[in-house]
């Protein structure tokens, strides 16, 4: 239920990271939640936390520049990546976001599986395929969890669910099943940590 311990001990915001040199050490179970700018991947790890403002979850696209590090109890780190597909940050920045996620997807010896969210309405998207692709090289297992489930009918759903099973059948580090969440009404959310916490 809302607000129950989830973690073994507290959960907290470490740090924001924004070079591989400013990576904690690696000494617990890792996931990452990866995503388009607004995708709702603060929002999940609030959820899934149960702590309503600890990913400042923001209506501005793009707010979330860092690598964010949160501690969920003792065995896991769960980390916040920066939003891609976001068309106004500054080509600088976009390439500098870009260098470190590769080299943090490629190098993170602890990371057990990475979560790429897709909204419900949308689909997968080019800049999906993209980070799908970085996954595959990268031999990081992802896993796609649909957000913002309540904004979508059933029937709709449907279809859309269709869409991914088969951009998924194209990425050989995808892992089959299909998370789908709102952290608006709390679907999936359970599913979610079940998943963590089976991850070793
Ligand atoms: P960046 O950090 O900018 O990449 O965005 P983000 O992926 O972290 O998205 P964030 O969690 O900030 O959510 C973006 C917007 O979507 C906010 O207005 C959220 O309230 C809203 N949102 C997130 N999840 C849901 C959901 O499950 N349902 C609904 N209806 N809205 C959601
Ligand atoms: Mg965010």
Redesign the pocket.
Known sequence: EKGRLLFAGPVDFLKGVVAMDGLPPADRIEVCFA?R????????INALTGRKALAR????????QEINFFTAGTDHYLVDL??YGYAEAPVAIVANWQELLRAYLSGRQTLRRAFVLIDMRHGVKAVDEEIMRLLDRSAVTFQVVM??A??VKAADQAKVLDQVRGALAKHPASYPEIVV????KGEGIETLRAIIATLE
């Open positions: 995503g700018s607004n995708v709702g991947k603060s929002s999940l979850a923001s209506n501005t696209p793009g707010r979330t920066p939003g957000t913002k309540d904004k969440t709102s952290s608006e």
